[in-house]
């Protein structure tokens, strides 16, 4: 009997205080940076993550729980889906230049 392999994944949210995707970490706190997010490589540890995540909704931390597949390169993990990738890296354009520059948007 062939087992099927178990790609690595890891846990992502938003933050409830202000929307920011988050990983969470090995630590068991959630982090801005993918690199710091805890690898599950085999399904106990994802299971692990699963109930770390469905915690942190109930404590009203994050919403948008969801575990993610990645790939582990050189550079640090990589999500396999551009949904994700956009959410790890930021805005794929300036976001909100006026505001960031102080310019008021009244009209």
């Not at 551009?82 to 520059?101: K, S, V």
């Amino acid at each position: 009997m062939k087992t099927a392999v178990t790609r690595t994944k890891v846990l992502t949210a938003n933050r409830l205080t202000d929307g920011i995707a988050v990983w969470l970490g090995a630590n068991g706190e959630w982090t801005t940076l993918l690199k710091d997010a805890f690898l599950a490589r085999h399904e106990d540890a994802v299971a692990a993550i699963e109930a770390a995540g469905q915690q942190a909704l109930d404590d009203n931390r994050v919403v948008d729980v969801n575990v993610i597949e990645i790939e582990e390169t050189a550079s640090g993990p990589r999500p396999y889906r551009l949904r994700e990738r956009i959410r790890a890296d930021g805005p794929t354009i300036d976001y909100a230049p006026a505001f960031a520059a102080g310019v008021s948007q009244a009209a």
